[in-house]
């Protein structure tokens, strides 16, 4: 098998409504999905074990996780599919921020089961590998697939959206780490929230789906300010970029996004907040 790559795209929530804690332990969630043309890249070779090898800028990030998501991924295919540990060494080039609200980690894991499904050439569709993945995380099954989607439940019951036109936008993160696990604690705290899944909207061109974004919110935002204070001055600085239309954060946080009317303003605005904040990890994108 000669080397293959793929890439693990990141995952955006263009909106994010939550709902109170339920008695199974999990807050139901309503949002809209998208990926990212930028994320991790993931490369596999034949070994005589399963090996993990974390380079990029944000190898270190991971040094202290004791089991990292692509191996817990690959061992559980390899139980599924009767094969014991996949006989691969995986490469992983972080080049995603880690507790970043960007499903970095299930993202990887997705593009690990598929990799190592078409290198060992093993029996496994794509809803099959969705059904391994969910048994590492609950936005596990939408980072396998990687489309646009509804995502409702837990995260885990998606609808694919072919619809969604590919909106020009900007990732940005302020250089801090937000914890999920805090920022649900912050957001159970306060007064319960509302799953709700709003209608669609009628007309599916960039410019309205932007204005029915604005009627939606994230309601994880204020509890991951009031806890990273820098997701705020994120917020802030894309939201004075010329032309930026929309911004919002993205799942826990702590990355924000903003969208644009074409690419050429959102690598303008991106360059233009690299100059000003060379500290922050910044990406021109588009979000399909």
Not at 41 to 60: I, Q, S, W
Not at 172 to 198: I, K, M
Not at 281 to 286: A, F, M, Q, S, V
Request: charged share 20%.
């Amino acid at each position: 098998m000669a080397l293959a790559a793929r890439l693990a795209p990141a995952k955006v929530n263009l909106f994010l409504h939550v709902g109170p804690l339920a008695a199974d332990g999990y807050h139901p969630l309503a949002s809209l999905v998208a990926f990212a043309d930028v994320g991790d890249r993931l490369t596999a070779e034949p070994a005589d074990r399963l090996k993990l090898t974390v380079t990029g800028p944000f190898a270190d990030a991971l040094e202290a996780e004791g089991d990292n998501l692509v191996l817990r991924a690959l061992r559980s295919l390899g139980a599924a599919a009767g094969i014991g540990e996949p006989g691969l060494a995986i490469t992983l080039d972080k080049q995603l921020p880690v507790a970043a609200g960007l499903g970095g980690g299930s993202s990887d894991a997705g593009a690990a089961l598929k990799l190592a499904r078409d290198a060992l050439d093993l029996p496994f569709d794509d809803a099959a590998l969705a059904k391994i993945a969910a048994s590492i995380g609950a936005d596990g099954p939408m980072c396998l697939h990687a489309r646009a989607a509804w995502a409702r439940g837990r995260g885990d019951v998606l609808t694919f959206e072919p619809a969604l036109p590919a909106l020009p936008a900007l990732l940005v993160n302020p250089g801090v780490p937000s914890s999920t696990g805090a920022v649900y604690r912050a957001f159970d705290a306060g007064e319960p929230g509302l799953a709700d899944t709003p209608a669609p909207p009628l007309d599916w061109s960039a410019p309205a789906v932007e204005a029915w974004l604005r009627m939606q919110r994230n309601d994880l935002e204020a509890p991951a300010l009031a806890l990273a204070p820098a997701i705020g001055e994120a917020l802030a600085a894309v939201a004075a970029l010329p032309g930026a239309r929309l911004t919002r954060m993205s799942g826990s946080g702590a990355t924000v996004f903003a969208l644009f009317e074409t690419t050429g303003v959102a690598e303008a605005g991106g360059r233009a907040l690299s100059a000003l904040r060379p500290d922050w990890w910044i990406r021109p994108t588009l979000l399909r």
